[in-house]
């Protein structure tokens, strides 16, 4: 018999998964177009300003506009997710920013979300509702809801959720 199929199998050491939501390059386009207008602004038309507080005020608005549409969707374009026996964490985008940690000490439970919406949540990224708690929203679909106690609940979207909810649920039942 393989461990695979004996009762007594362990559960692996770390599960990992994640979530890609490719619709999120669109207003990170949006924020590159407003930096490149500003940088178009500062050389073309900082010749001909008759007055530099306008000329100014319109660079750096385009520019910081640009910046924080840019790298607030390139943020969520996708999430990591690992499990493993001491704590779950969650890595956003390509540089792993925002993460969360969450030692299992601290979490009483997991359950699948079957659908979590962008829309529930009012968008997409790192969102805080005070009936639901905090979540990841990089996609529609279903996502893993981990109990915090205290009534805190954090959600967060990964393919295979189902997987991730069961890698929880034996790490926990292993520390009891």
């Known amino acids: 018999m393989t461990d695979a199929h004996r009762s007594d199998a362990r559960p692996p050491e770390v599960w990992t998964g994640q979530a890609r939501n490719r619709m ?96 529930h949540w009012g968008g997409w990224g790192y969102r805080w509702r005070p009936e639901m708690g905090t979540a990841v929203v990089v996609r529609r679909g279903p996502g893993v809801v981990v109990d915090l106690g205290n009534g805190r609940r954090f959600t967060v979207t990964v393919d295979d959720a189902e997987g991730a909810v069961r890698a929880i649920s034996d790490c926990l039942r292993l520390r009891s």
């Open 24 to 119: 999120q390059w669109l207003p990170a386009a949006a924020g590159a177009a407003c930096v490149a207008l500003g940088i178009v602004l500062a050389v073309e038309d900082g010749m001909y300003a008759s007055s530099l507080a306008p000329l100014v005020m319109s660079v750096v608005g385009c520019i910081a506009v640009g910046l924080l549409v840019l790298f607030g969707t390139i943020a969520f374009t996708h999430v990591r997710v690992r499990v493993d026996r001491d704590a779950l964490e969650v890595r956003c985008g390509h540089m792993g920013l925002p993460r969360r940690r969450i030692p299992l000490d601290q979490v009483s439970g997991a359950h699948l979300a079957p659908l979590v919406s962008p829309r």
